[in-house]
């Protein structure tokens, strides 16, 4: 067989196995893992290892939160990003407008991201309460290739418990993935009107109003919710310890419960909330950042194997957008940047022992790939897309704006020095960025149907 290319002289490193191969290319698969191979073109990774393409289960490009305010990050820029930090799939959203039916919302997001994605995507659905009549279109929704359903207990998206139930049960009844914000919505809506009548406007009181006792309590009930209707369920952006202990409780009881950490909560501390003026509005997400003892639990939930996965919960605004809440807390757009650091970023875990090589890439590529039944992509083995990351361990980096190609004008990982970070990104045997240069082109990423 000839080879397109071959990735030589690397060392291989899967969910399982670390072992020195070359990786043979033909026709956007792997062909071909053994020693001495050659190919029309060849990439020498000597001393680097070669990882399957990051495979990133939740981001927001260009989701627009009305009155003119839209993350930041567009198909084009945000995958372009990814790229250069090494992830290969994504996985963004429909939100189905009222009067759409789920595969006309469907139809309308990925008309917004073919022509402009640099990777592959898919999409999770989003069942709202305007969805819940619209659960008998779960199936088609399904069949055409969302096989994940987002359902939110927090915001204008919630669902209270019985919608809750309702929309699990035709999840479960097709054969889905739930996945789901967990937060006490009565909860952080009081505490909010409570700090604000009393004067308390600053961004300080934004993870004092959502306290993580509550968010627990919301993945617990939502938990049990899934139990009932004997569905899975795979819990977003697990912000603190209290939450682990939910999500651990479960699975030591066998059921299908799933979670995942983000790295904003693995990097910052809700002490960022206190810079002053518009520096305390940017690391605004939700749920917030908490304090160090949650990230220090976070840390080691992933290595002890109670967190699956991380993501990124991509969804940067700009300084004029997180500027709208500088009298407010509760105004500011929620969300942030962190979509290109997140491969090289999980990898410090290795660096500071956390967890092992084969866990960092199970974490940010396989464990993501099976969850969202993305059967081609997240390992390197024959027959699947070519989706690979060279990436070099002994390279130092310093986050900064300048450095990353967000499309944001800051980022909140500012002059974080990193351990490692890829230098070849290559998508379906393609390779798309490689030392720092981008190499992809808009609309070359495709939709993947997954089951
Ligand atoms: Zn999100």
Redesign the pocket.
Known sequence: MTFELVVRNGTVVTSSATYQADVGVHDGKIAAVADELHGEREINAVGKYVIPGGVDI?V?MQMSLGDGVVSSDDFFTGTRAAAFGGTTTLIDFVEPEPQQSLLEGLAARRAEANPQVVIDYGLHMTLGPDEKDKLDQVQAAYDAGCGSFKLYMAYGFRLDDGQLLSALAAIKQVGGQPVI?CENWDVILTLIQRNLEAGRTAPHWHPRSRPAPLEAEAAGRAIDIASYVDAPLHI??VSCAAVVERIRSARALGLPITGETCPQYLFLTQKAYDAPGLQGTLPICSPPLRPQADQDALWRALGQGDLQLITT?H?PFVLRDKARGLEDFSKIPGGVPSIEMRLAGAYQGVDRGYYSLNRWVDLCCSAPARLAGLSSKGDIAIGLDADLVVFDPERQVTLSTDFLHEQCDWTPYDGIELQGWPEVTISRGEVIVRDGEFQGEPGRGRFIARR
């Open positions: 939740h927001h914000h977003f952006h919960d969804c």
